[in-house]
C-alpha cells in the first residue's frame, strides 16, 4: 500500500486527494492543511464580504469530516508542513493546535501550497484595517471589522480582478470605494483600450478611480499614502496586489524553481524530484499561446492539475495542457472576460506575426428585448489565421463568447473555424450569426483582403460613413462625413491616389463602404471597430 502526501488540502490538493482514491482504493492518503479549513471556496470570499453568500459554511465546498467518511482520506486541519527531507522521504509537520512538530513518511508527495497574497514592505503596512483576502478567516476578520466600526469608505489597492470583485462587494454594502492602481488602467491583463470602458463604467458607478499611481504606505486610520502624494482616508483598505506562489518549501528542499517563480514541473505534474508533484498556484506552467514559462494562479487550472497529478501517480499516462488563462470578473454589471495572449503578451514575447480586429454586436439579435454589446477583440496569427486570444467587455453573454473562442485556442482553431462554429441559437440567447462568428467572419475578411485593416496615417483621406446626427457626438480630425447611404452617388467626392481610412460606429457600415470603393478601384481599408473603439 502506497502513501501519499498532499501538501494543501483546497483546489488542487483536494481535487488530487479525491482523485486518488477514486483511482487507488489502497493508497493511504493524508492531506495537510495549515488553516482551518480544506477545500473551500476561496472564489466566493469578496461575496461573503459583500453578504451576497450569507452563512459561512456555504463557502465549505467539503469537510475534512466528508474528506473522512466518503474517502477514507485522513485531513488533517491546523497542520503546517514545515519541511521535506526529500532523501528519507519524510516531511515535518507542526501541529498548530499545540501539539508539537512530527515526522511523516510518504512515497509520494504532492505540493498543493497555493499562493500567498503580496504585502508590500511599506511604512504602515502592519496598522490595523488594512486586509488581504485569502482564506475564510480573512474575509471574516473584513466583516467584523466592517460592522465593528460602521465602516463608510474603503480603499481597494490593486485594480486587477480581486480588486475589482472586492470594490463591488464593498459598494453593495453601502461604502464608497477608491481603487488605487500603480499600472495605466486597470485589469492590467486586458490591453488598455479594452479596460477602458471598465474604467468609465466604474466611474459612473461612484468608484474614485487612481490609476498610474501605486501605494506609498499607510498612516493610521487607515489612511492610504500614495506615490503620487495623495493621502486618502479609509475606513478599511484591502490589499489586492497580487499573489506570489508560495515555494518556500520546495526552495528549501532543493526542488527545481522555473525561471518564472513557480515549481518547476513537467507535463504529469512531476517536480525534478520524481517522487515529488506539484499543482496549482505554486507551479510554473507553459503559456499556450507565447510558449513563455508562467506563474497563472487561476482555479480551473489547479483543480485540473490536482487530477493529473493523481492520474500519474497511478500511473496513468495523463498530461497536462499548457495554460491559457482564460478568466472571468464581474464588477458593478460589467463582465470582463479573456482568453490566450493579449496584444501585450504577444509583443513582450516578440511575436509580431499577428493581427487583431474589433467588434461590438449584441449579444442576442437586436429585435428582442434587451440585446446588450458585447465589446470584443480577437487576436490571430496573421500568417495562418490560428487564434491567439480575445478579450470581451459587456454586460451579457460575455463569458460564453470568451469560452467558445477558449476551446477553439485549445484545439489549435483558426478564425476560419470561429466563422464555421456552429452555436446554439433563438432569438433571447444569441443570433444567427453569433458574435462568435462574427468575430470569424470579420477576421476572414481581414485575412483575404476583402477589408483591410486601417491604421492611422496622416496622409490617408479619412472617411466617417455614420449619419451627421451620430458625427455630431464626435469625430476623428480631418474627417470627412459621406453617410454610407450616399456613397454610391457622391463617389467622386474621395481623391483618387490616396489611402481612404473609412470608419462608422462599430465598423459594419464601413466594412459594406471600404467593399463599394474598393470595387470601384479605391484603397479603401476599415477602421476595426470603428467609433466605438476609437473614441
Ligand atoms: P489554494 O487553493 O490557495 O490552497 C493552498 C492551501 O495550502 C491553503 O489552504 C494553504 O493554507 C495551504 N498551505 C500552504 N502552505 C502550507 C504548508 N506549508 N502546510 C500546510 N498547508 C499549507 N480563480 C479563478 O479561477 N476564478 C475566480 O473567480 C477566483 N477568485 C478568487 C478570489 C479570491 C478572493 C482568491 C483568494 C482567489 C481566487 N481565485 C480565483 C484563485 C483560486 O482560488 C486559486 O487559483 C486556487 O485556489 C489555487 O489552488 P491551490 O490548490 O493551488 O491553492
Known sequence: MSRVLIVGGVAGGASCAARLRRLDESAEIVVFDRGPYVSFANCGLPYYVGDVIREEKKLLVASAQLFRDRFRIDVRVEHEVTSIDRGRQVIHVRDLRGGGLCEEKYDTLVLAPGASAVRPAVPGIDLPGIFSVRTIPDSRRVREWLAERSAKRAVIVGGGFIGLEMAE??????????????????????????????????????????????????????????????????????????????????????????????????????????LVYAV????????????????????GPANRQGRVAAEAICGRGTHFRDVQATSVCAAFGLTMASTGASERTLQRAGISDYQKVYLHPGHHVGYYPGARPI????????????????????????????????????????????????????????????????????????????????????????????????????????????????LRQRVEEIPRGRVVNVYCAVGQRAYYAVRLLRQRGYDARNFSGGWETLK
Open 375 to 486: 465589446h470584443l477583440k480577437l487576436l490571430f496569427r496573421k500568417s495562418d489565421g490560428r487564434v491567439l486570444g480575445a478579450q470581451a467587455v459587456g454586460e451579457e453573454g460575455v463569458d460564453k463568447r470568451i469560452d467558445v473562442i477558449a476551446t477553439a485556442i485549445q484545439l489549435g482553431g483558426t478564425v476560419h473555424d470561429l466563422a464555421e462554429a456552429e452555436l446554439c441559437y433563438a432569438p433571447q440567447f444569441g443570433a444567427a450569426k453569433d458574435p462568435v462568428n462574427l468575430a470569424g467572419f470579420v477576421a476572414e475578411n481581414v485575412r483575404n483582403g476583402d477589408m483591410p485593416l486601417a491604421v492611422p496615417d496622416p496622409a490617408a483621406f479619412v472617411l466617417d460613413v455614420r449619419e451627421p446626427e451620430e458625427c455630431a457626438r464626435g469625430m476623428l480630425p480631418g474627417a470627412v462625413n459621406i453617410p454610407l447611404n450616399q
Open 169 to 274: 462587494n464593498l459598494a453593495r454594502r453601502g461604502l464608497s470605494v477608491t481603487i488605487v492602481e500603480k499600472a495605466a488602467q486597470l485589469l492590467p491583463p486586458f490591453d488598455p483600450e479594452m479596460a477602458a470602458p471598465l474604467q468609465r463604467h466604474l466611474e459612473a458607478q461612484g468608484v474614485t478611480v487612481r490609476i498610474g499611481d501605486g501605494l506609498a504606505g499607510f498612516a493610521p486610520g487607515p489612511v492610504v499614502k500614495t506615490e503620487k502624494g495623495a493621502e486618502i482616508a479609509a475606513d478599511v483598505a484591502i490589499l489586492a496586489i497580487g499573489v506570489r506562489p508560495e515555494t518556500g518549501l520546495a526552495r528549501e528542499a532543493g526542488l527545481r524553481i522555473g525561471e518564472s517563480g513557480g515549481i518547476a514541473v513537467d507535463e504529469s505534474m512531476r517536480t525534478s524530484d520524481p
Open 280 to 299: 496549482g498556484d505554486a507551479v510554473e506552467t507553459v503559456d499556450a499561446v507565447t510558449g513563455l514559462r508562467q506563474v497563472v494562479p487561476l482555479a
